[in-house]
């Protein structure tokens, strides 16, 4: 089992629409968790970060953490083109960890 | 710095060359982290160094990669006798300690011909 599993995707919303991307992981004693945006030959982007259950807004993202199900998602409100890049779920080992292992990521298509 | 700098941004080396990857990271971030990513794939974490404890050597493929740290700041990764395998983007990435997201530099593109 992969340390950190994403949909390969790609997944195709069109303009407007919300987009949900969907993270599992394996490491129980995680404690943070990220979203990267990589757009084509260029280096990922920090997006997101949340340590506890719950949802973190901010602008059109939401980040949704459900520790119990070792489960993190990303919603992207209001898609747009520009939207359009690999998104990589990121999450940092247990307790006393020190290395954040990143996702293959999901491929995402806004259409206009 | 404003950024994460990384240099070179491209190198083309023969098979068997060593290379050298330089990484400035952001003023006062105490953590500093190597990764690569092959062509379409995800990223694999090398090496990560904390202020001035020993570095985590355990994500090096080989005993062909080494990588230090000076004064806590700019870091090189050296790679000896290059393999055509070695061929990937390098990034490099900082943080202000660990837990926290990363932000990463350009990346240094290596082809081994």
């Known amino acids: 089992q992969k340390e950190v599993e994403q949909n390969s995707g790609p997944l195709s919303v069109p303009e407007g629409a919300i987009a949900s991307l969907n993270c599992t992981y394996s490491d129980r004693g995680s404690q943070s968790f990220f979203w990267y945006r990589q757009y084509s030959g260029k280096s990922p982007e920090l997006i997101m970060s949340?340590?506890?259950?719950g949802d973190k807004e901010d602008g059109r993202f939401t980040a949704q953490l459900n520790k119990a199900s070792q489960y993190v998602s990303l919603l992207i409100r209001d898609s747009q083109p520009s939207d359009s890049a690999t998104y990589l779920c990121a999450v940092n080992q247990g307790t006393g960890g020190f290395k954040t292992i990143f996702g293959a990521g999901t491929r995402l298509f806004v259409k206009a | 710095g404003a950024g994460v700098s990384q240099s070179p941004s491209n190198k083309v080396t023969e098979k068997g060359k060593d290379v050298e990857l330089r990484c400035d990271p952001i003023?006062?971030?105490?953590?500093l982290y190597w990764y690569r990513q092959s062509l379409g794939q995800g990223l694999e974490f090398l090496i990560y160094?904390?202020?001035?404890?020993?570095?985590?050597k355990s994500g090096l493929p080989s005993d062909r990669f080494s990588a230090e740290r000076t004064g806590g700041s700019v870091s090189t990764l050296t790679i000896q006798r290059t393999q055509q395998e070695d061929s990937a983007v390098y990034l490099c990435?900082?943080?202000?300690?660990?837990?926290?997201?990363?932000?990463f530099g350009s990346g240094t593109r290596l082809t081994v011909v």
């Open positions: 949340i340590y506890s259950n």
């Open positions: 160094f904390q202020g001035n404890s020993a570095p985590d």
């Open positions: 990435a900082s943080s202000v300690g660990t837990g926290y997201g990363y932000t």
């Open positions: 003023s006062g971030h105490t953590a």
